[in-house]
């Protein structure tokens, strides 16, 4: 009890003082920046059932003053604070993000936040998982093992589009990965792709200025070498 009387008391004392000397002020006018210009390593934090009327300052202040288990301060270095608003009301939703430095420094402020009583409310808090999606590598495959249905060996002696058509979008694809050059996104560019290559020998359309090789920064792409 007497634990949360100074907790409260130290959020109120903070509310009133400047936040010039904390060494995380770059949290103060960063609500609005997007996640790019943080470090790779930033995490946030969600907290939840926080009491109505709640500003990204007193959200800070709680943060600040919360202990971990062993009573030392967990003290993380907070690089923003979002409380959600309705957009017709501008009410507070009762639930607040915090971006912190690092993973451990999550861990340590989610844990201290939760079950803690404030305000005669018991809050919840938990690590906010990444939706960063992480690139992978997938294996390479053999243009050979693809099957076009004979398209790409036939390509020369078809007559037009409708022709290259009939094969299905799977099998025109399949024949501009065996051809090495760029699939496309539908029946429509894949079709005009096999159409340009027509009639034309692989160092012609494979040569970079042709534009038609499978690229990954700048650079031919490793599945199709």
Same mark, same amino acid.
């Given at each position: ?84 608003? &309705?957009?017709? @009301?501008?009410? /507070?939703? #009762? !639930? ?10 999550? +861990? ?33 495959? &053999?243009?050979? @093992?693809?099957? /076009?249905? #004979? !398209? ?10 409708? +022709? ?62």
């Amino acid at each position: 009890m007497l634990h949360r009387c100074l907790v409260f008391l130290a959020l109120s004392a903070h509310a009133l003082v400047s936040n010039k000397l904390r060494p995380c002020s770059i949290a103060l006018h960063s609500s609005l920046l997007s996640d790019d210009v943080f470090p790779s390593t930033a995490t946030d934090v969600f907290v939840g059932n926080m009491p109505y009327g709640m500003s990204d300052d007193y959200v800070k202040d709680l943060v600040y003053t919360v202990r971990k288990d062993d009573g030392s301060p967990v003290n993380p270095e907070v690089l923003r604070v979002t409380v959600p608003r &309705d957009e017709e @009301t501008g009410k /507070d939703r #009762g !639930l607040a993000f915090v971006k912190v430095l690092d993973a451990t420094q999550a +861990a340590d402020l989610s844990a201290a936040l939760d079950g803690f009583e404030y305000r005669g409310r018991v809050l919840n808090s938990n690590v906010k998982e990444s939706r960063k999606k992480k690139w992978v590598e997938r294996p390479a495959v &053999d243009p050979a @093992t693809l099957d /076009d249905g #004979g !398209l790409f060996e036939a390509l020369d002696a078809l007559p037009d589009k409708f +022709a290259i058509q009939e094969y299905g979008l799977e099998k025109i694809r399949n024949a501009c990965k065996k051809a090495r050059i760029k699939a496309g996104g539908d029946l429509e560019q894949c079709t005009a792709r096999l159409l340009k290559i027509q009639g034309l020998k692989p160092e012609v359309y494979l040569d970079p200025a042709f534009g038609l090789i499978p690229t990954r920064n700048n650079r031919r792409n490793a599945r199709w070498n």
